[in-house]
């Protein structure tokens, strides 16, 4: 686990909003990442009957409609201790293969920092 204080102001401040939108929405999985510019797309998961979309994968397309050309970080809220592949595959397909993903719990403790590649 990473200590959160350890954390750049930034990158806490994206996990505290994915936080927010898992608690807000009342949703499995909160997202939000940070673009080039350092504007901040959050989101939740989404799911209905036709459409069906991580959190990451809604703030990752939120973004891209959004005009954002790269990322330079994203964190994702979730009970699960890893991110889903197809989620770090978003993450890689706007940001590259370095881009670091951040997964914490509920509680908004992070449990791991990978690359999106």
């Known amino acids: 686990m990473t200590e959160n204080s350890a954390l750049d102001p930034e ?7 994915a936080r927010s939108a898992r608690a807000r929405n009342g949703v499995p999985e909160g997202a939000a990442v940070r673009d080039e510019t350092g504007r901040t797309y959050v989101a939740g998961t989404v799911d209905l009957p036709s459409l069906r979309l991580s959190a990451l994968q809604t703030a990752v397309a939120m ?10 970080a994203a ?3 979730t009970e699960a ?5 197809e989620d770090l595959a978003a993450v890689r397909d706007l940001g590259g293969p370095e881009t670091p993903v951040l997964v914490a ?3 908004g403790g992070v449990r791991v920092r990978v690359a999106a590649g």
């Open 11 to 17: 990158d806490r401040k994206i996990v505290t909003l």
């Open 63 to 72: 973004a891209v409609a959004s005009g954002a050309k790269s990322l330079e």
């Open 75 to 77: 964190a994702v809220v």
């Open 81 to 85: 201790g890893v991110a889903a592949a």
């Open 105 to 107: 719990g509920p509680d």
